[in-house]
């Protein structure tokens, strides 16, 4: 009968090799303590001594270069994977917060809430919110703040509470600055600078002072502006031809991000070509990487007004008048598919039949359908005394 040969595990030979190291017992004692062959102690001990010297060995240094070049490698992935997490940050911040709440997956089987509202830079506090829709009694408030704002636009926010108050509302000054500011409304006198601007968005300068603007598609411009409705509000923007008057593109937000802009903006540039400048103010639609990174692609130059320089974007300003109190007061508008109907026929109106004394009687389409170069298309305003379009 063929007898089995017996296997011993690695730990079972290093201990009987090190005590074979330490030289306490004999191989013929460590034989009879353990029950093998002296040969075999022997040889294990040969190969522990012969291991514990390719330690410190030229073989060793070699291993060990190999894996500090294996963690240098991770190392620089792991800086790639940082910048790639940061500029996925930089564009993530250029959208809304309800953006990017959206984005949230709470099913999700790798990924708790709390590390995916970290990597989309929002609080867990912001992604649990539920918002408390404004009053009716705050609604009112808000509309008429708007329709007083339409008619004195340098009014800040002491100044509104004055006017609330001397027609009958108990306001205070916190409370109509918020509503201002939720309905970004800004007063047009110079603000001291109390706060630098986003890190990631560029402000850049006011392009037209002086220019002279009489043709088509030289200057184009935009603006988002408040709409009240019956039971709430919503944000609309518009992409304007500034020397025509004419509404190339317009879209209406529930919220004030980037997003509702940069569509008005891609249908105004494929529609209408581009412009040879783009002229917005300071707000974070327009600064957001988002926005200005079409213009750029789109080689348009980028204006934006001075800080609180109402006049410098005068002409989309008065648009906003008139659309306000030819259309939008005069409606009570119940849901955003009855004011979108609405507005897409008063901008039709607005551009097709309605004549513009600033255009020597021409609607904005005819002044804008002109090959040849208009005399009277606008000029860009001048510190506080400027052209106003009618």
């Known amino acids: 009968m063929k007898k089995t040969r017996k296997r011993y595990s690695a730990e079972f030979k290093a201990k009987v090799a090190l005590e074979a190291i330490r030289g306490d017992l004999t191989l013929a004692e460590l034989a009879a303590k353990h029950g093998i062959h002296h040969t075999m102690i022997a040889a294990w001990k040969r190969q522990a001594v012969e291991g514990m010297a390719g330690t410190f060995s030229g073989a060793s240094d070699a291993a060990r270069a190999a894996s500090e ?16 997490r940061d500029f996925l940050g930089q564009s993530l911040r250029s959208m809304s917060v309800a953006r990017r709440r959206s984005m949230i997956e709470p099913a999700h089987q790798r990924l708790s809430i709390a590390a995916q509202c970290r990597l989309l830079s929002i609080s867990r506090s912001s992604y649990y919110y539920a918002p408390v829709p404004e009053s009716e009694e705050t609604l009112a408030l808000m509309r008429v703040i708007d329709a007083a704002f339409l008619d004195m636009p340098w009014y800040g926010s002491r100044q509104m509470v004055r006017h609330l108050r001397r027609g009958g509302y108990d306001v205070g000054r916190r409370r109509v600055r918020r509503l201002m500011g939720k309905m970004g409304l800004s007063p047009i006198y110079q603000r001291p600078r109390t706060s630098d601007p986003h890190p990631q968005h560029r402000i850049y300068p006011y392009l037209l002072r002086k220019l002279e603007i009489v043709r088509p598609n030289h200057v184009w411009c935009a603006d988002v502006t408040y709409i009240p409705m019956r039971r709430g509000f919503l944000y609309l923007v518009a992409v304007m031809d500034w020397a025509t008057r004419k509404v190339l593109a317009w879209r209406l937000s529930n919220t004030m991000d980037a997003g509702f802009c940069v569509a008005a903006l891609e249908e105004a540039l494929a529609r209408f070509g581009r412009p040879e400048i783009f002229n917005t103010d300071q707000g974070s639609q327009f600064t957001s990487l988002a926005f200005t990174s079409v213009l750029r692609d789109a080689e348009v130059r980028i204006s934006m007004d001075g800080r609180g320089r109402w006049m410098d974007n005068v002409f989309i300003e008065r648009l906003w008048r008139s659309l306000k109190y030819e259309c939008v007061y005069l ?14 026929r008063w901008i039709t109106y607005y551009n097709t039949q309605r004549p513009h004394s600033g255009l020597a009687g021409q609607t904005p389409a005819e002044a804008y359908g002109r090959i040849d170069a208009s005399d009277h298309g606008g000029h860009a305003p001048h510190d506080l005394m400027t052209r106003l379009a009618a």
Do not use: D, Y
């Not at 070049?69 to 790639?84: D, F, M, P, S």
């Not at 409606?331 to 897409?344: D, I, K, Q, V, W």
């Open 331 to 344: 409606h009570a508008f119940e849901t955003g598919s009855e004011l979108r109907t609405g507005l897409a």
């Open 69 to 84: 070049a294996e963690v240098e490698k991770l190392h620089a992935k792991i800086g790639q994977l940082v910048v790639e």
